[in-house]
């Protein structure tokens, strides 16, 4: 039987166990955010720099375990770096680093899927990649427009050679971003993904490449023409349970986009039916329904179903890792 996977779940710490993980809020829109995502994740703003790794992981666990997921992919998050692969630790909104994502996945591996994150760009990114599948990464997570990662460029082929050897599965943002600082934001466009494609990668594209901004490009419908292309292209549903992404539900319920769809949640992303229930996704009563659930995960797959995803969205990834 295959079990039903939250493909987008991000992994957040302070670094206060160590950890090396970092969160920037030099600006008060920064703060505004962290606070706002912690609250949603059902966490005291007031771990903030004492205690968000443990409490963070604690909640993490109780949400899969208390809903009807059984695995969710957990993310790592890479430093931007320059186009000759130097670190741009200013202008990360978060860090994450690979060592740790394994920590937490290697204590609960019932329920956590390690997604590293590597630049290609990196001095030392296919040493790092060597390293990561040796541990058991199954999914690679890059955000190209806010890690200023061009997947056409030509020095990165070899990488992308030794993830498709390896089996990596990548998990590339696509579409608009506002939540953390954008490098590229050409780089939204899910054409980007052709290199990957090309080579054989497996790619999911997150968010269905649709809008987050009001005034960013909507390549959604790009998109859906390329799964007739690209056999190994899928996309998740994530965030659309957001008042700002919740436009992109109607350009994905419908075939050939509905067989190359994933759930994911983008937790601790505020996941909200209102934004579905404005668009005519969900009635009243599912919207009602949905603010008393107080896991954020469960509420998603709720919400989820209750707008007509189909069941296999929670399953195929896992038939895409077996």
Known sequence: MRRRI??????????SSGSGCQIRMDWPHQRFLSRLMLREAGIAPGVLGRDLDAAYEARLVEQVTESDLDAAVLLAMDFPHTDDGEPIPEKAGFYVPNEYLFSVCEKHPELFIPAVSIHPARTDALEELDRCLERGAKVLKLLPNCLNVDY???????FWEKVAEGGLILLS???????LPVLRPEFADPKLLETPLEIGVTVIAAHAAGKSGLWDPDYTHQLVGMFERFPHLYADNSALCTLNR??????????????????????PVPVTGLGPFRHGHIDRHAWQASRRESHPLQRDVRLKRAIGFSEETFTRLDTLLA
């Open 6 to 15: 939250d493909c987008h779940v991000h992994l957040v710490g302070d670094g």
């Open 152 to 158: 056409a460029d030509p020095r990165y082929r070899r």
């Open 173 to 179: 943002h696509t579409g608009g971003e506002h939540t």
């Open 246 to 267: 919740s436009h992109t539900i109607a350009r994905i319920l419908h075939e050939p986009a509905m067989d190359r769809l994933l759930h994911g949640s983008d937790f």
